[in-house]
Structure formats: structure tokens, C-alpha cells
């Protein structure tokens, strides 16, 4: 694990925190604590110009308002607005294809809550452009793209990684948002626990006849569910996860075979659908860090938790990660503490891990239980889903927890 020689410091690459993992959270942390002061590096494997690709990631994401908060907070939301869509309503119902959805029904509306919409959808290609350019435009961040982190070491005073090229980069902490199969986590000693769930989501946007309403659906399917997601315009984002072999013969299907198979399960509420752009596929499974921190190392977003997208929350709660733990290193700096040291890492784990958990713990039942055909579980949802919506308390509880504003709100997220 630690690195048996000692590590010649690289001119001009010292610094605060080393943030390995330029996805979508590793930015987040960089412009947050950059911002509050701190000196960042942060590398991640892939060239700047694939990520600069708008045809790179074919997901769009829900981001809850929280979220929205924290990226407003951070001053990239002005970027992304004219391509965001309110989420206004989630309708979330049984159904089996070619039957249209079962009468019982869940409908979250957003004139329920004070505080607006629920959430936003917001394209990848839209938020990862505005993360490098924001990136870009901060002093104190220095990015490496290109580089692959390939070894890591920690002592009493800091920590350092080693890029492939050989280069060393030192820091007071490390901070793991290196995706599901963290390196960081691994070299750190933190194990992991998971499972796949022999699903994989097809992703892709359609363009449809008739407006959307700024409404999301979600309908539960045998082989997994199946989320319309409405983007700006007359489009929607199509989540579709089914068992991985099923997934395999959409995803090689031609566009017209394609659309024959996503029509009945998709239903003709929204009129003529067509594609606008590739496919994508997702294998799903939940990876859990058994621990969140470690001697100089942290881990946000994916390294810590990477859980089904039934609820739409994975990028949410790493967002969360960020918010906590900006929050937490500058207080341990206002304080004049040590921002690598075991007391302010405690303090993070403390906040996030129980939060996470429980996330993950809700997702795998939640696919577990929808993910079927069983007719006594299909009863038993029916009708929890019908009692959820007929109880304005619990629906109300649930479009908070929903719009991330339920727990302890880093100051980040709280607008
Ligand atoms: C189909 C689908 C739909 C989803 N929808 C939603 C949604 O609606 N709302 C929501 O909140 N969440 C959603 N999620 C979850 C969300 O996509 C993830 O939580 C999020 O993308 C994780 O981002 P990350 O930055 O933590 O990790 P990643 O995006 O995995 O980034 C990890 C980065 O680390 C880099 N890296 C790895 N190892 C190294 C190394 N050794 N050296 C250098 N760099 C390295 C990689 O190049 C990569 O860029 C969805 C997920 C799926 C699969």
C-alpha cells in the first residue's frame, strides 16, 4: 500500500488537496474548496477532449434542488439554466408492457412544496462543459487530464500520488472520486460491498408529438424500471433498465427495431416518439466503501457509493459528499486543525456514511421489489403505493426527500 521510496516533490504541483477523479463530483469538490481558499489538484485519467465530447455520457440527471443549490453555490448554475427543465411532477406507476400502466399511481406535485420544483434535469454533456470551463476559470485549481494515478502513499505530514508518467503529486489529503472501482479506496485498504444486479439501463433522449408538462414518469416493469425523464423542448430522457441480456438485444437493435420495443412499454401519451442520438448502456450494481475515510484519504461521490438509478439519487447524494466535506475542511482550517487529520476525516464520515447507507440500503429493495412479475409483491406495492398516495403527509415527505431537503443540509445546499 504505502509507497516503500521516499517521493521527490514535483515543482510547482504542491498542494492542499489532491482530488483524483475528474468525473462529475471531483469538480464539484475542486470549485467548492477551491473557492473557500484552498489550493487543489485534481487528475483524472481521460483526455480533456473526450470529455469535452458532447456525445461522451448519454445520461441526464435529476438533480434535486438541493443540488441546484449547491451548484448555484458554486456559480455554475447561470451556465446551465437555459438547458435545465424543472422536474414539475413524478408519476410513478406499475406496469407490464403492452398493458399500460395499473391504476394504482403515485403522483408527487411540486405545488405541494414551498420551495418550487422538486429537482431539474440537466444533460451530461451541459454540466460536464460547465465544470471545465469553470474549472478553468478558477485560480488555485490545477487540473491534469491525461493521467492516471498509479500508486499512492501517506504519512503524519501529507499525501502523495504517482501519475503513470512518474510525476509525484503532494498534498495534506487525497480525496478519492475515482468512480465505483476506486483505486484510491483500494490502495487506502477500504474495502467495498456489492452486488450487480444483472440489469443494465439503456439511455438514450427521444423527441415527442406532444409537450411533456415538465412531468417524469416512472413505470415499474418485470425486467426493471423504466424512467421518462422530460428535458427541454419536446424531448424526454429514456432510463430503461432491463435484465443485462434483454439490454444486450436493445442496445444492437436498429433504430426502427429499437423504438418497436420501447413503444408499448412506453405507451402513446406523449404522441410519436423518435431517437435523437445514440444509445448508451449502464450494467448496474450497487458498491459500497465500507468506510469513507482512511489515514489522509477521503472518498465522495461513487468511491463511496455507487447505488441503482431506480431513485435518480446517485449523483445527489455524491453532491451532498462535496457539500459536507468543503464545509467540514474549512471549519477544521477556521479552527486551525490539521484538514488531513483523523478528527476532521471523522467528522466527515460521521455526517455522510449513515445518510448513504440507508440510500443504498432503500434502492436494492426498492429494485428487489419492483423488479418482478411476483403477483403477491406486485399486490403488496399496489398497495403501499396507493396508501403513499392517498396520505398527504407521507407524499409531501417523500417530494422532500426527493428535493434533498430533508437531514442535516451542508450550508451549501440550504440556498
Ligand atoms: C443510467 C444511470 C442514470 C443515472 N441517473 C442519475 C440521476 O438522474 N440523478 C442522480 O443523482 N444520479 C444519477 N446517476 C448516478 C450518477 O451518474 C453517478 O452517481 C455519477 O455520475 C458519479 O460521478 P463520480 O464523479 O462520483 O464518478 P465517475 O463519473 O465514475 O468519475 C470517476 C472519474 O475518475 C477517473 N479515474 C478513475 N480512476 C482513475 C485513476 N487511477 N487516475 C485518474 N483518474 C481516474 C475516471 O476517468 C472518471 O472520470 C445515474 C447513473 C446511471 C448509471
Known amino acids: 500500500m504505502d509507497n516503500p521510496v521516499p517521493l521527490p516533490i514535483l515543482q510547482g504541483m504542491d498542494t492542499d488537496l489532491i482530488i483524483v477523479g ?21 487528475i483524472d485519467a481521460l483526455p480533456l477532449d473526450t470529455r469535452e465530447d458532447p456525445a461522451f455520457d448519454g445520461r441526464s440527471y435529476a438533480l434535486a434542488l438541493a443540488s441546484k443549490r449547491l451548484l448555484a453555490g458554486i456559480g455554475i448554475w447561470d451556465q446551465i439554466a437555459d438547458h435545465a427543465q424543472p422536474m414539475l411532477e413524478i408519476k410513478v406507476t406499475d406496469g407490464r408492457a403492452g398493458e399500460g400502466p395499473s391504476p394504482w399511481m403515485l403522483h408527487f406535485d411540486h405545488a405541494e412544496l414551498e ?16 465544470f471545465l470551463d469553470a474549472m478553468a476559470a478558477t ?21 502523495s500520488v504517482t501519475l503513470a508518467s512518474g510525476d ?51 413505470f415499474f416493469m418485470p425486467g426493471g424500471p ?10 424526454s430522457s429514456i432510463v430503461w433498465s432491463e435484465e443485462t441480456a434483454r439490454a444486450k438485444a436493445l442496445i444492437a437493435m436498429d433504430d426502427a427495431d429499437f423504438l418497436d420495443a420501447l413503444r408499448p412499454a412506453f405507451g402513446s401519451f406523449l404522441g410519436e416518439i423518435s431517437l435523437t442520438g445514440a444509445r448508451f448502456s449502464y450494467p448496474l450494481g450497487l458498491s459500497l466503501a465500507q468506510a469513507f475515510v482512511a489515514d489522509r484519504v477521503a ?19 455524491g453532491l451532498r459528499d462535496v457539500a459536507a466535506l468543503a464545509q467540514v475542511l474549512q471549519e477544521a482550517r477556521g479552527r486551525g486543525e490539521d484538514i488531513g487529520g483523523t478528527q476532521t476525516l471523522a467528522r466527515y464520515q460521521q455526517w455522510r456514511r449513515f445518510d448513504t447507507a440507508t440510500l443504498a440500503a432503500a434502492t436494492d429493495t426498492f429494485n428487489k421489489l419492483f423488479s418482478n412479475d411476483n403477483p403477491l409483491l406486485r399486490g403488496l406495492r399496489d398497495f ?7 396520505a398527504p403527509g407521507l407524499r409531501r415527505r417523500f417530494m422532500r426527500e426527493a428535493a434533498g431537503l430533508t437531514g442535516d443540509l451542508p450550508k451549501l445546499m440550504r440556498g
Request: charged letters at 10%; hydrophobic letters at 40%.
Open 384 to 390: 403501499g403505493m396507493g396508501a403513499i398516495n392517498a
Open 139 to 159: 485560480p488555485g485549481i490545477t487540473h491534469l487530464s491525461e493521467q492516471m494515478v498509479t500508486a499512492q502513499s501517506v504519512d503524519a505530514s501529507g499525501a
Open 22 to 42: 475528474g468525473g462529475l463530483n471531483g469538480p464539484a469538490l475542486a470549485l467548492a474548496t477551491a473557492q473557500a481558499g484552498f489550493r487543489v489538484t485534481i
Open 115 to 130: 420551495e418550487g420544483p422538486m429537482g431539474y434535469l440537466v444533460e451530461d454533456r451541459h454540466l460536464r462543459r460547465a
Open 226 to 235: 423504466l424512467a421518462i425523464l422530460p428535458l427541454t423542448g419536446n424531448r
Open 299 to 317: 472518498l465522495v461521490g461513487d468511491a463511496a457509493h455507487g447505488v441503482h438509478p431506480i431513485a435518480g439519487q446517485g449523483l445527489n447524494a
Open 168 to 218: 509525484v503529486v503532494t498534498g495534506h489529503l487525497l480525496i478519492g472520486s475515482d468512480g465505483r472501482q476506486s483505486g484510491t479506496a483500494t490502495r487506502a485498504g477500504i474495502k467495498r460491498m456489492g452486488w450487480g444486479y444483472d440489469q443494465t439501463a439503456v439511455v438514450c433522449a427521444v423527441e415527442h408529438a406532444l409537450p411533456h408538462h415538465g412531468i417524469a414518469h416512472q
